[in-house]
């Protein structure tokens, strides 16, 4: 079966993508994501941008709200970059548990956004505990197992995982997903 081909871009400078964020992890899972996706590189750069949601946002419409939110705060801050990339990560409760997602928001110079969410995963009793307390996710990590500082690297996923899947990684798949109707823009 053939697919079709990737979007041949012209420009010969590299596209700047601005990140709504300073975490590193959130930083280098777009920039791998974008690169994985179009096959060249591009210049990524990450701002303060705020989510205009709670620090540990409950639910799938915060979350999403967040993102979206971080990009176009992004893109009020940069408004020359090429993309802007929200990366907002939520937790939410079924009747199995707590489980952490996130969801990713992308929107381009040329009025074109799309979004999507990466798999979730069920936390820890002790974890949901601290959260249900009004302990951000990062820090109860950090707290319930011994970490420093664990959501600017693996993050939640990565610890649970024992690093088979860490925040790159996990992020950086839903970044690639979220980029769909860009890579195809004759179907969207």
């Known amino acids: 079966m053939k697919y079709p081909k990737r979007e041949n871009f012209q420009a010969s400078e590299k596209q700047l993508i601005i990140v709504g964020?300073?975490?590193p992890v959130k930083i280098n899972c777009t920039e791998t994501a974008f690169s994985e996706a179009f096959s060249?590189?591009?210049l990524v750069n990450g701002v303060n941008a705020s989510s205009g949601v709670?620090?540990?946002p409950f639910g799938s419409e915060e979350t999403f709200q967040g993102a979206k939110n971080r990009a176009q705060n992004a893109k009020?801050?940069?408004?020359?970059a090429d993309f802007w990339v929200g990366i907002e990560?939520?937790?939410e409760e079924d009747e199995y548990g707590m489980f952490a997602f996130a969801w990713i928001y992308i929107e381009n110079g040329k009025n074109m956004s799309s979004q999507s969410?990466?798999?979730t995963f069920y936390l820890p009793e002790k974890v949901r505990k601290l959260v249900k307390n009004g302990m951000e996710l990062g820090e109860a990590d950090d707290l319930v197992f011994e970490k420093e500082n664990s959501k600017q690297k693996g993050g939640s996923v990565g610890i649970l995982t024992h690093g088979v899947v860490d925040r790159k990684a996990y992020y950086s798949q839903a970044i690639i997903l979220a980029l769909i109707p860009f890579l195809n823009k004759?179907?969207?």
Not at 76 to 80: G, N
């Open 186 to 188: 004759n179907l969207f």
């Open 40 to 42: 060249r590189s591009f």
């Open 117 to 119: 969410k990466t798999g």
């Open 89 to 91: 990560g939520g937790i």
């Open 21 to 23: 964020s300073k975490n």
């Open 76 to 80: 009020k801050t940069f408004p020359e």
């Open 54 to 56: 709670s620090d540990q």
